[in-house]
């Protein structure tokens, strides 16, 4: 058996004249009363028994003691939900700011914290805060709220791909932003603008809004202009193409023949030339898409994260497993091959050659007020088109240093009138 229209809504009007003016528990009442009456009915009572028994079971409080209950529970779960909501956006913000600084003063662990309050922020403060607004606010605004959370998540995951040099980061931001400055932001000013009592102000102020956030997206792209793309990526074609270029040294080694010291330098040298190269495919191979033989050959221009540097810093300085390509290493390999250029010469002349060797490994050099050795300077938490760029450069210096030798060898009277 089941009520009638008429009934329920007897029904409905007892709860309101009740004092129930919460619509969630009107409704939820309701069907409870309903639901009671009708078992009270299938058992023979007439609908006025059936919902003065029904009624009775609320207690001597009766329904405003309902009310009060929930309205005190719903309190309680509100200020829990506020807490929590609180303790995710001061937790993202604390770890978010903290490593902001660390990658600035690029500390351990500013990696760790960035992507832990990122996730906080998008994952639990923007949903609950979300939550709230779709609960408080009228059905119209739904689309507003929403289109807002949608444009600051992605924003942010924008931000964080971009810091941590992930791949879609700018499809990420720009998305976000676009979300923001073409629905948003002209939904959310145009309801100021039909709510406001100065408008004139209310106006004002959107379109300077609306201006710096044009702005910022056309900033987005943090990347360096195409000019100084092409300039570096330039230098560094120039420079392979030198370092590459050793057929006139393979022509200077046929003219010494079998001259011990020549011998020696070639083997020392193409060690070192190939442990460089060796050095920037593994660099190449880690941040870019490509295979390992594809490293080898990428030119700088089609390298998409050239501004990475967290991959070459830890490959050369990792603390705790320094590996084959750990900066001391480098520093050994590039110390030995000087040792072996200067060698060529005589001693008398050795002391001015070192003094133009095309590099210095124990002069300090001074960064951002602080010294460092020749590889913290060059290669620690520099970015990727600096550091191939540089090794690139090692490279050419390493092929003229070994010309200028082997043009010194050919100079020597034993060398171009040999006994017969």
Known sequence: MELNETQMELVSAYIRQNGVAYDGLHDDLLDHICTGIENRMRQGDSFEDAFLHTVRLFGPGGLMQVQQDTF???????????????????????????????????????????????????????????HYKLKESPSNEYIMHISGWVGLSFSVLGVLFKVMHWPGAGAILLGGMAVLAFLYVPIYFYKQYHTSVNRPVTLSTS???????????????????????????????????????????????????????????????????????????????ETEDVTEAEARTLPLAQMKNKANFDITTHLMFHPEAPGRFDHTQLVKELEGLRQTVLATYPPHMQARMAATFPYDLGRPYEKQGNQQDWAHYHFYHVPLVGVISYLSKLQNDIRQAENQALVHLLSQPEVSNPPS
């Open 72 to 130: 005190q529970l719903l309190t309680e779960i509100n200020a829990t939900m506020k807490k929590v909501t609180f303790t995710f956006g001061l937790t993202s913000t604390f770890l978010l700011l903290a490593g902001t600084i660390f990658k600035l003063m690029h500390w351990p662990g500013a990696s760790i914290m960035i992507v832990l309050g990122a996730g906080l922020l998008v994952l639990a403060y923007l949903p609950l805060i979300l």
């Open 207 to 285: 379109m300077v809004a609306m201006t710096c956030l044009i702005l910022v997206f056309a900033l987005a792209r943090i990347n360096p202009s195409l000019n100084y793309e092409l300039g570096s990526t330039m230098i560094d074609d120039e420079l392979r193409a030198s370092a590459s270029a050793a057929s006139t040294n393979q022509l200077l080694y046929a003219d010494l023949g079998s001259n011990a010291s020549a011998q020696v330098l070639k083997e020392r040298t193409d060690a070192v030339y190939d442990y460089i190269d060796d050095l920037k495919a593994t660099i190449v191979f």
